[in-house]
């Protein structure tokens, strides 16, 4: 069988005026978007919560003012969401990614801290997905940790006047004879604590970790979470609007607005 390879064609741009600061910003936000679906579409076998730590330092050490905490094993002994879920899958085990964005002089400018979902692959755990042809996109119930972290990696090119944290809540909810179960109690970051009734609902047990750690060590004037949360978004809404919840309702009209010029609607 004989295969031709065909010369790839380039095309070129004559822009008239100065747009140098719009062609920066797109391209960062286009860098952004495949950044993102990248990690989306990379298989479980390789994306464990480890492997997103790993990138995660690896992307961020390539852009001015960022720094990356990564919190695994005894450093997160006061997640209790996060350890239950991820306690399925030991080897690597669970990930908290902190990723910051804070140029100098920044400290006096709104902090923005984004929560997001990293669950690398989500069988359900004990209350196994059913039926079981649904389980096969759960590759990408990492998505919202995905849509934080190339978030922040745009910021020292956009260069906003707000500092910007985001947190990878990365676990795997499989099944394994260190799963959690229904009927057990946790207690999240904050001390509240929860009885597991369904052990698919893993996505709200790590952002309830992720969003208490926010609250109290980060001093967030905005803390916004990112999740691939429940099915419920989809019944309610379709498939053209993303479920959306705030108290405050000047926020959520601006992100509206936002939404319906991006085409990421909500």
């Excluded at 679906?37 to 730590?53: E, F, G, M, Y």
């Excluded at 905490?69 to 996060?82: H, Y």
């Amino acid at each position: 069988m004989k295969t031709e390879t065909k010369k790839r064609q380039s095309c070129s741009f004559i822009l008239f005026g100065d747009f140098s600061a719009e062609i920066t910003r797109t391209q960062a936000i286009v860098e952004a978007i495949y950044n993102a679906r990248d990690l989306i579409h990379t298989p479980s076998n390789i994306k464990t919560p480890a492997w997103l730590a790993t990138q995660a330092k690896a992307t961020a050490a390539k852009k001015d003012s960022l720094s990356v905490k990564v919190f695994s094993g005894s450093a997160l002994a006061k997640f209790g969401g996060l350890r239950a879920v991820g306690g399925s899958s030991p080897k690597p085990g669970p990930r908290m990614i902190e990723i910051s964005y804070a140029p100098k002089g920044s400290s006096k400018w709104p902090h923005v801290v984004l929560v997001g979902k990293g669950i690398t692959f989500d069988t359900g755990g004990i209350s196994l997905k059913r039926p079981y042809d649904i389980m096969m996109a759960m590759k990408s119930d990492m998505a919202g940790a995905a849509a934080v972290l190339a978030t922040v990696l745009a910021m020292p090119d956009i260069q906003p006047k707000v500092r910007v944290t985001a947190l990878m809540m990365c676990a795997e909810n499989a099944l394994s004879g260190t799963s959690q179960r229904p009927s057990d109690v946790i207690t999240q970051y904050d001390g509240t604590t929860v009885e597991v009734l369904d052990t698919d609902a893993e996505g709200r047990l790590v952002l309830a970790d992720g969003l208490a750690y926010a609250r109290n060590e980060l001093q967030p004037d905005y803390l916004v979470d990112i999740a691939t949360l429940t099915g419920a978004a989809t019944i309610g809404l379709g498939k053209q609007f993303a479920a959306m919840y705030t108290r405050n309702e000047r926020l959520a009209r601006k992100l509206h607005e936002i939404g319906n010029t991006s085409g990421d609607r909500v």
